[in-house]
């Protein structure tokens, strides 16, 4: 059974460093993985997709690797903000075609 | 393209009623997925339709839920007999095959 893991739960950095998020899943055979960004009582907003056979994919301010075989993603901000406040969720496409979902890593960004 | 729509955003019901909920997806997308999200947890898979056929079912869903999606456009969830612990957030999602997903809205559901 897949298990989808995200540290750390919570992160909370001053305005401007960069950080890095962590996602980590136990059975590799996989599709894709998919980062998505929730806002407090809101859906999820997809924020970068990797496919099985890319190592990374950017998008502005915002840098996704993929580790399949051991496992891996990390999610790299740059130059936080606080509008990057949020709930950051990784999500792995496999088998059945069904996503599962890490539990989060809820970021807040002070000013 | 308005992306994936979700109605109705809130509801809230007394213990014991049914509910409904609707998801239309991205038009050309043939894949619709249910997930239920609680606080602080992420969203946990309830079901999925490739076109209109329901191909996946979890084990968390009752047999108080029913899902369907006749003609393989937009999608209902429904919860019979609901009961407190029903109470969560219902988050609908469309893809094409082996591609990005998207979500919508949610439903927020309070079962008192």
């Known amino acids: 059974k897949q298990e989808v893991t995200q540290i750390p739960a919570a992160l909370s950095v001053p305005e401007g460093e960069n950080l890095v998020l962590n996602c980590s899943f136990t059975?590799?055979?996989?599709?894709?993985l998919q980062w998505f960004r929730q806002d407090p009582g809101k859906g999820l907003t997809s924020l970068l997709l990797?496919?099985?056979?890319?190592r990374e994919q950017t998008s502005g301010r915002l840098n996704a690797s993929l580790d399949k075989s051991s496992g891996r993603s990390t999610l790299y901000i740059a130059a936080s903000q606080p509008g990057d406040s949020a709930t950051y969720l990784c999500a792995v496409l496999q088998g059945a075609q069904k996503l599962v979902f890490g539990q989060g890593t809820r970021l807040t960004i002070n000013p | 393209d308005t992306g994936v729509s979700q109605d109705p955003r809130h509801k809230i019901t007394k213990r014991g009623q049914n509910v409904t909920f609707r998801c239309d997806p991205i038009?050309?997308?043939?894949?619709l997925y249910w997930y239920r999200q609680t606080l602080g947890q992420g969203p946990e898979f309830l079901t999925y339709f490739q076109n209109e056929a329901q191909l996946e079912k979890s084990r968390l869903l009752s047999d108080r839920f029913s899902a369907e999606r006749p003609k393989g456009s937009f999608s209902t969830l429904e919860i019979q007999r609901t009961e407190q612990g029903d109470s969560a957030m219902y988050l609908c999602?469309?893809?094409?095959?082996?591609?990005?997903?998207?979500f919508g809205q949610g439903t927020r559901l309070t079962v008192v």
């Open positions: 059975d590799s055979a996989i599709y894709n």
């Open positions: 038009s050309e997308h043939n894949r």
């Open positions: 990797i496919q099985s056979s890319q």
């Open positions: 999602a469309s893809s094409r095959d082996y591609t990005e997903a998207f």
